[in-house]
C-alpha cells in the first residue's frame, strides 16, 4: 500500500472517531505539549477521554486479582548494552522489566520476549510462527508490543507507514487469536548523533539521522491512529523522558530506570481501571 493512501485513509477514520468519542474526566495528566500523545486506551462506546480513553467491555473480570503482561519487542526490551565492541546485555538487575516486575510485585506478573534485531513479522509464515510463540504465553491478561525500531533502520529510506502497516497486521491477528488486550508502544526516538550519518543519502531529501528521527515521530502517530481503530491501549514511548547510548537507539541503564517509570504508571492505570470496572459490577 502506498504511503499517501495509508496515512490519509488513517487520519481520516482518527478524525471521525474523535467526533463520536463523549466527553469525561481524564485519568491522568493532560499532554505539557500539543504534539505530546500520552498513554490512551481507545474505545468507540464508552470512554472518558482526555488523554485516556478507558473502554468498559471485557475487562470487569480482572479487578482485584494478580495480572499478567507479556511484553514483546526488540533489543531494548531484551536489556541490550551496546557498550561492548560486540554488545552484550545490562544485568538483570538493570533492565527496565526486572525494575517494573519488582514494582508491581504482587499486582502484576512480568513476561518478557525481546530479541535484538527484531522486526515487525511479514503476512504469512512470519506472522503465523509469532502468534504461535505468543500463544504459549497464554493464559494473560495484556500483550505489550513495542516494535519497529528495527524497521525503520533496516530501510534504505525510513517510511513509518510501512513499518505501520506491519504492524497493524500483527495487532489485529493478535486479537482474534489470543483475545487479550494489547498494548501497543510506540518505541523511543531515532536520535544519531554519528557525522557519519549526517551525509544526505538521497540527493536533496537531506541526512539520514534527520529521517530517521523524524519517521520514528511519525511512527507514534500511526500507532496511535492503529490503536483507536483496533481499541487497544496505546503508550507513547518516544515522548516519555528516557536517556538512550551513545548509538541512539538503545536505552542507558538509567534510560532503563526512567522507561521502568512510566511504565509502571501505564500499567497502575490499567490496574486500576479493571479495579474501578469490578466494583462498578458488584
Not at 87 to 101: K, Q
Amino acid at each position: 500500500m502506498q504511503r499517501g493512501s495509508w496515512e490519509s485513509e488513517g487520519r481520516v477514520h482518527a478524525r471521525a472517531e474523535r467526533k463520536m468519542l463523549p466527553k469525561g474526566g481524564p485519568l491522568i495528566k493532560p499532554p505539557k505539549a500539543a504534539d505530546t500523545l500520552g498513554s490512551l486506551m481507545i474505545d468507540d462506546r464508552n470512554a472518558a477521554i482526555n488523554t485516556t480513553i478507558i473502554k468498559t467491555a471485557n475487562i470487569s473480570d480482572k479487578g482485584g486479582l494478580m495480572k499478567k503482561v507479556v511484553f514483546y519487542g526488540d533489543s531494548n526490551t531484551y536489556g541490550y548494552d551496546p557498550s561492548g565492541m560486540m554488545g552484550g546485555r545490562y544485568p538483570r538487575r538493570s533492565r527496565w522489566t526486572t525494575i517494573l516486575a519488582e514494582h508491581l510485585e504482587g499486582e502484576w506478573s512480568v513476561a518478557r520476549d525481546g530479541m535484538p534485531g527484531r522486526m515487525i513479522p511479514e503476512a504469512g509464515k512470519g506472522l503465523g510462527y509469532v502468534i504461535d510463540a505468543l500463544k504459549a504465553e497464554m493464559p494473560m491478561d495484556l500483550l505489550a508490543v513495542m516494535l519497529g525500531t528495527n524497521d525503520l533502520l533496516t530501510m534504505r529510506r525510513p517510511d513509518a507507514s510501512k513499518a505501520a502497516e506491519k504492524m497493524e497486521n500483527l495487532i489485529a491477528a493478535a486479537q482474534e487469536a489470543l483475545g487479550t488486550d494489547i498494548l501497543l508502544i510506540a518505541p523511543m526516538q531515532i536520535r544519531f548523533t554519528d557525522p557519519s550519518c549526517t551525509d544526505p543519502f538521497v540527493r536533496g531529501s537531506g541526512d539520514y539521522a534527520q529521517r530517521c528521527l523524524e519517521e520514528s515521530r511519525l511512527l507514534a502517530r500511526y500507532y496511535e491512529e492503529i490503536a483507536r481503530r483496533r481499541g487497544t491501549y496505546f503508550a507513547d514511548a518516544s515522548s516519555w523522558e528516557t536517556e538512550t547510548a551513545f548509538d541512539g537507539v538503545h536505552l542507558t541503564e538509567r534510560g532503563n530506570a526512567l522507561f521502568a517509570k512510566e511504565m509502571e504508571k501505564m500499567l497502575r492505570e490499567i490496574g486500576e481501571a479493571w479495579n474501578r470496572a469490578q466494583l462498578e459490577k458488584k
